[in-house]
């Protein structure tokens, strides 16, 4: 029996890659370089600013000018954090019908606290949410199972009890390690060539609706 439902949150709860996109063309504009289309950026969107700067860039964090880029990126994203961030379609009603089945709910996610707070205010989700797990919370962020647990304990619900979704495979290794149900968001910001069986998911859903069936 599902007890509570955990959600990632960029790819699963709100579709964010338009605003993420936005921040990482402004940099690539401020540098002289092409912007992106959106589809290439979706891909990304999971992997926060490592993984957009990386695919604008072709950098990594320990690269001279990861700093200075990360720095601009955010100051543009905290500016237009929510400009064009949505739900995705059915999001709404999902969480209506789980909050009338009484079912708590949450947010795990590997975004910064400073980011996860003020989305979820512009949403107007943060005071709906019966806990917000950003990768910051605690020491360690998914795929390692700590936020995970931390989240459950949070809820009162034993993880074996709690149902996680998200869109990328860290989200799985997460939700296995923590022994939460996971299950894979299709719609979210995933690769059309990614080996979905080998995430060992409990199974997956191509609209938010269709998390009914597993609560």
């Not at 957009?52 to 990126?73: C, K, N, S, V």
């Not at 020491?139 to 009162?156: Q, T």
């Not at 923590?178 to 299709?186: C, F, Q, T, V, W």
Request: proline share 6%.
């Amino acid at each position: 029996m599902i007890r509570a439902v955990l959600f990632d949150l960029d790819g699963t709860f709100a579709d964010t890659a338009a605003d993420l996109g936005a921040a990482l063309n402004h940099v690539l504009s401020l540098n002289n370089l092409p912007a992106l289309s959106l589809e290439k950026i979706r891909l990304q969107a999971s992997h926060g600013t490592v993984g957009l700067l990386g695919l604008g860039f072709g950098i990594t964090p320990d690269d001279p000018r990861f700093a200075e880029l990360r720095t601009e990126f955010l100051a543009h994203y905290t500016a237009h954090i929510c400009d064009h961030t949505k739900l995705f379609t059915g999001m709404d009603e999902l969480v209506a019908t789980i909050e009338q089945r009484g079912l708590p709910w949450g947010i795990v996610t590997n975004k910064p606290h400073r980011f996860t707070v003020p989305l979820m205010q512009a949403l107007g989700y943060a005071n709906r949410a019966g806990c917000m797990v950003s990768g910051d919370t605690c020491a360690h962020a998914k795929p390692h199972p700590m936020p995970m647990l931390h989240a459950a304990k949070l809820l009162n619900i034993k993880p074996e009890y709690c149902l996680y979704l998200g869109d990328d495979k860290r989200d799985m290794e997460a939700a296995n390690a923590a022994n939460m149900h996971g299950i894979i968001a299709e719609y979210g910001y995933i690769d059309p060539l990614a080996a979905l069986d080998s995430w060992h998911a409990t199974g997956r859903v191509q609209t938010p609706l269709e998390l009914l069936r597993f609560i």
